[in-house]
Every structure is written in structure tokens, then in C-alpha cells.
Nanobody, 112 residues
């Protein structure tokens, strides 16, 4: 059974950093295309970052390019999202996804 458990969210001031993690079970994230997405207030779901099955190909939403980095740790079967220089518009519930399966999410709030 596929399970995804996100963690690492919190409240930070603009310019701050957070590192999100997604612990995967029931499958191996190596050789799996994985996505970080967010649900922001007043907007629909947005994809944020994607890592392809090879782990080499990475794509980022334009608004986070250069600030966010997606990575995976095969030793712990964990997907990560390093978020730097956070902005108020990054506020939202963040999810990791394998296809259409997602975890419960972790809340990120960026506010002064």
C-alpha cells in the first residue's frame, strides 16, 4: 500500500527557509516520478516541483525557480523540498504526490 507522509512545514518570516520531507512507503521512490504541489489560499492546486524517475530531470514552477530544490534520498526513501528565500505567496499546504496519491500535507506559512 502506497503511503506518503509529509513533514517539515511551519511558520517563517519572508526570506526564511524550510526543508520539507515526504516519507514514502509501499514503493521505492527511486525510479519513480514524484511531485511536490501546494494548495494556496484562494487558488487551486499548483504543482511546485517535479523529479523524474531517473532523478536527473527536475522541473520547477517559474515562481520558485532558483529558490526551491527538489531531491530524493534513496537510503531513507524520502523526497525532499528545500525552500529558500520564502515569500508570502509561498504560503499554503504542501503535498508530495506519486501519480494521484498524496499524503496529508504539511502547512507552510510565510508572514512577517
Amino acid at each position: 500500500q502506497v503511503q506518503l507522509v509529509e513533514s517539515g512545514g511551519g511558520s517563517v518570516q519572508p526570506g526564511g527557509s524550510l526543508r520539507l520531507s515526504c516519507a514514502a512507503s509501499g514503493f521505492t521512490i527511486t525510479n519513480t516520478r514524484m511531485t511536490w504541489a501546494r494548495q494556496t489560499p484562494g487558488l487551486g492546486p499548483q504543482w511546485v516541483a517535479i523529479i523524474d524517475s531517473s532523478g536527473i530531470g527536475k522541473s520547477y514552477r517559474t515562481s520558485v525557480q532558483g529558490r526551491f530544490t527538489i531531491s530524493r534520498d534513496s537510503a531513507t526513501n524520502t523526497l525532499n523540498l528545500q525552500m529558500n528565500d520564502l515569500k508570502p505567496e509561498d504560503t499554503g499546504m504542501y503535498y508530495c504526490l506519486k501519480g494521484y496519491t498524496r499524503g496529508q500535507g504539511t502547512q507552510v506559512t510565510v508572514s512577517s
